[in-house]
Nanobody, 125 residues
Framework: QVQLVESGGGLVQPGGSLRLTCATT????????IGWFRQAAGKEREGVAC????????FYADSVKGRFTISRSNAKTPVYLQMNSLKPEDTAVYFC??????????????????WGQGTQVTVSS
């Protein structure tokens, strides 16, 4: 059973930065993916960024390209989401998730088997 724990959320002013951390346990697949998703109040959950271990590729939602970076150390855990130039519309609960194998695209939430509990990010002055 894979477990994921997010941390690093908080309150930040517009234009500021935060780094989220996703710590995972028991990832055994060599073709796993890690995704960051977010859900704002009253909205559906959306994919933000993801990492595909099969080839090291990363993908981003258009709304965060150039501002957010997903990365990891040489180990499978933890995985980070560096968020720069934050905007009020980035306010949401951020979740990380993992999949043993992605069939279509790692930004699609139905590809994922295990999810963390989420961490709140609030961007406000």
């Amino acid at each position: 059973q894979v477990q994921l724990v997010e941390s690093g959320g908080g309150l930040v002013q517009p234009g500021g930065s935060l780094r989220l951390t996703c710590a995972t346990t028991a990832i055994t697949s060599d073709y796993y993916a890690i995704g960051w998703f977010r859900q704002a109040a009253g909205k559906e959950r959306e994919g933000v960024a993801c990492f595909r271990s099969s080839d090291g590729s990363t993908f981003y939602a258009d709304s965060v390209k150039g501002r957010f970076t997903i990365s990891r150390s040489n180990a499978k855990t933890p995985v980070y989401l560096q968020m720069n130039s934050l905007k009020p519309e980035d306010t949401a609960v951020y979740f990380c998730a993992t999949s043993a194998y992605v069939e279509r695209h790692c930004l699609l939430q139905d590809e994922y088997d295990y999810w963390g509990q989420g961490t709140q990010v609030t961007v406000s002055s």
